[in-house]
């Protein structure tokens, strides 16, 4: 019984060791060996026969005869069947019969026996019909049954290797995720093998399909499949990459996104936009399979709040006469929560702006409970507003203190005036005042008459301080606050006189319902910011727009994550609408700041805020030698440049420093990055340097003069420079010379190759010379004067090559002028053509020339100094370049500046860019990486 017992555990392990091949290993095979489904052997299995007449063998004989049935389907090499029971030991002719009526190409059989020891032997065999004999046999045997196992397996795994021959082995997958962070499943031969696992071993070698999966967005997604090649005891990598977004993912955010954009203005379609914002939030209930989308979703929950804002601005106006104190307590909970959004600033100003409208409304209501007499709800009405604003401040429309000053001075005046004072005293506040604030307000109670029904069109015009003289279309109605009823003009121009005389006007047009209007006393307008005018690492110039009545301004300075409670910096007193600030900014913080104008009557007007800024310098490095090096971007984003140090520098993308190569000299011309990702790099020690990625030397080759160029790398891998030996040398993969040719002066700019494989090369003898592959003469063009630049070819094979002879050439691919610019000064850099055929080129008449195709001026842009150094243009455009009074210019491509920003340090190369960013070596021994955008 203990043995029956023991049996079947082992018959058990057996199994779920086969199944384990199975599915892990043997799955692949059908991706060796991928035949149609006609062209596939039959082969059937004969039930394995238990000779020892010990029936607890049985199980392990039909576990047996599974494995190997369900081992050939797997396989899909053949078509199997299981036949009937026969001994093809005792009537081999009877399984010969059998293959042959039903065209069966093999027969798999075997039989368990004891040998003389007492061994339980397994066997199994292979017939082949076409050579009408047995081609495999294969046993094993176990000593006793806790041996059966090992018996078993090795059978199985030598009839697999003999009947596929293929060695089985195992090795290990290594996944290197180049995408974003997150977490995801592997699946090999769609069986899980881990989560977010980066290595698995003991896989069958052979070819086998790997899956990266994630529970996304929309449900599980695979995000890589690929099929490799597995190794006995080695380890295969994998490159994959976590997506951002799937096209399906953003299709639907997108209709999302439509749906919410189309109808968020429409206030009868707030249920609809309000079920939209829920099932796009809904979306992103869980992004831990890509952690950067946490970006996106602030994105969503910031459009959600302002929409939330938008729906309780609404609430406001639908109420306008009744305020609810709900739609403020709503207000509140935004307010105190802002700084959970993407931008706290953003909701905290909309939030502001609705309670102003909150206050101001309730002023309105005050200012009529006063022109009815109702003195204790007018004063009720107020002492409201001052408690509500202890949770959220009193700025923009409503400016509480001096309306109610107002207030109480107009009824002093009043009162004084009626000589009524002592009577007053003595009336409870029921008693009526025959008007409010005189005739400023005697128009509100027209505004507060109940109507059952509202004119199809009517203006409502709101002002701070109260009391202002209305026009509409030059037509005077009255004092405000004030209500045009019936209004049938399709558009309004409407005017108001402040307390200083000052005319504010607008045009409005007129909706259907209400239409509300705020006049503000331009003092309390907003201020028009800028954004600040970066000039150097402890400089920048902050400007705003200036107001008509305004004697002096504020401003102040405070980290994007503050409140201005205690600023990063404040003056007051500024006479201008401009201030130059001489103050660093701590690095990686980002800040705002603000204005406040003051009148000759000491009112202040609401603070104006700018959009966020910073420095823009993003990081630097320092090395120990000038930089007259652009760098270079490899795969990956490592930056590799040269300095007068004599190395060759590998940074990481983040600046952080990777690996630095030491030469025999100075590295003055920049590095290429081949299509491998070797690095070459010439040195003023005479060699051309291959280096390897991780930094090690792959070759280096000598010359016999010192170089001036950066060498250039055609597709093949060909590597092309010249010295001043006089010679152009073209260098293969293996650092051997494939060729050299001589011209007859020192050759000082970088070659470079056309899609037709000739090389352009300037040579000081004043020819630009144009080689044949092979390294032979093509032809030679010559210039009025030295040329200390490279030339340039287009997409459409046309060369161009700027001269001291102030003419920037343009030839045909057979070196026939095809037409020549001339600016006002010498050209000493490279022109850069863009995607549209513009070409970019600066000169020492201070400007920066932007030309058509055929070689007329697009546009022109000016600046204060020579440009000597190469533009650069970004993805989007942009146009980059550098004059040389360490200025950084910004253009949009039609030639507007975007911005400007001044470097402390003479600058000495071309900037380069990369994914925002843009790398400018100085003569501080350091590298810039400036950001690119707005700030």
Known sequence: MKNRIIQHKLIRKLRYFNLLIIV??????????????SLKPWVAIVPMINTTKDDQYDAVCDTIDNTVELNLELIRRFIVSKTESMDPYAHPARMKKYAKENRIDNIVFGKAYLDKKGNIVFQMSVYDRVKNKVTITKEEKAENIFKIFDAANKLMVSLIQEFSKMHIGFGTIELVNSGEKGNFSVYIEGDHSGDSTFKVGDILNGIRTVEVRQNRMLGMEVIFSEDVWVYDSKVTKIEFGIPYLLDNEKAELNRLEGIIDEFSDRRQEKKQVIKNFDELLHLF??????????????????????????????????????????????????????????????????????????YNILGVNAAYDFSQGELARGYERYQQIDRMAERIPMIDYYQYEEEKRCIDDTIGKYLEKKNIIRILASVKTKKKLETYLGHKLKASESLFKKKSKIAKKELIILSNPSGMEVYVNDKHYGISPLRIKRF??????????????????????????????????????????????????????????????????????????????????????????????????????????????????????????????????????????????????????????GSNDRCLYALR??????????????????????????????????????VNPDGTLKWAFATGGNIHTSPAVDPEGTVYYGSDDRCLYAVNTDGTAEWRFSTGGHIRST?????????????????????????????????????????????????????????????????????????????????????????????????????????????????????????????????????????????????????????????????????????????????????????
């Open 751 to 935: 070659p470079v190759i056309d899609s037709e494989g000739t090389v352009y090369a300037w040579s000081e003898d004043h020819g630009l010379y144009a080689l044949n592959p092979d390294g032979t003469l093509k032809w030679i063009f010559r210039t009025g004067g030295s040329i200390r630049s490279s030339p340039v070819v287009d997409g459409n094979g046309t060369i161009y090559i700027g001269s001291d002879d102030s003419c920037l050439y343009a030839l045909n691919p057979d070196g026939t002028p095809k037409w020549i610019f001339r600016t006002g000064g010498r050209i000493r850099s490279s022109p850069v053509v863009d995607g549209n055929g513009t070409i970019y080129i600066g000169s020492d008449d201070l400007c920066l020339y932007a030309l058509n195709p055929d070689g007329t001026p697009k546009w022109i842009f000016g600046t204060y100094s020579r440009i000597r150094f190469s533009p650069y243009i970004d993805s989007d455009g942009t146009i980059y370049f550098i004059d040389c009074d360490r200025n950084i210019f910004a253009l949009h491509s039609d030639g507007v500046l975007k911005w400007k920003y001044t470097l402390t340090r003479s600058i000495s190369s071309s900037p380069a860019g990369f994914l925002g960013s843009i790398f400018i070596g100085s003569s501080d021994k350091r590298l810039y990486t400036l950001i690119t955008g707005t700030l």
């Open 488 to 641: 049938s003009d399709e558009a309004a121009r409407v005017s108001v006189k402040d307390p200083w005389f000052m005319q504010e006007s607008t045009t409005i047009d007129v909706q259907d319902g209400r239409n509300f209007l705020f006049f503000r006393s331009s003092i309390t307008k907003k201020i028009g910011i800028y954004q600040p005018e970066i000039i150097s690492q402890k400089n920048c110039k902050l400007f705003w727009d200036t107001l008509p009545d305004a004697v002096s301004y504020t401003v102040q300075i405070d980290r994007i994550d503050g409140n201005f409670e205690n600023p990063f910096f404040e003056k007051t007193g500024i006479k201008h609408n401009m201030y130059l600030l001489r103050k660093g900014f701590d690095e990686n913080n980002k800040y705002l700041f603000r204005v406040q104008a003051v009148n000759e009557n000491k009112i202040k007007s609401k603070w104006s805020y700018s959009e966020a800024f910073e420095d823009r310098i993003k990081w630097s490095f320092s090395t120990g030698g000038k930089i007259f090096t652009s760098p270079a971007v490899g795969p990956g984003g490592v930056i590799y440049f």
């Open 285 to 358: 209930d869980d992004i831990s399979y890509c952690l950067s989308l946490e970006t996106l979703l602030e994105r969503y929950r910031q459009m959600e709040v302002e929409y939330r804002l938008q729906l309780n601005h609404w609430d406001i106006e639908d109420n306008f006469f009744k305020p609810k104190q709900n739609v403020f307590d709503e207000l509140v909970k935004i307010y105190e929560s802002a700084d959970s959004y993407r931008d706290p600033y953003i909701i905290r100003k909309k939030t502001l702006k609705n309670a102003s409208f909150f």
């Open 24 to 37: 892990f290993t043997l799955l692949p095979f059908q991706l060796i060996y991928p035949q149609e489904e």
């Open 653 to 690: 993308p983040d600046g952080r420093f990777l690996w630095a190569f030491t030469t025999g000299g100075s590295i003055r011309y920049s590095p290429v990055v081949g299509h491998d990702g070797t690095i070459y790099a010439c040195s003023d020690d005479r060699c051309l340097y291959a």
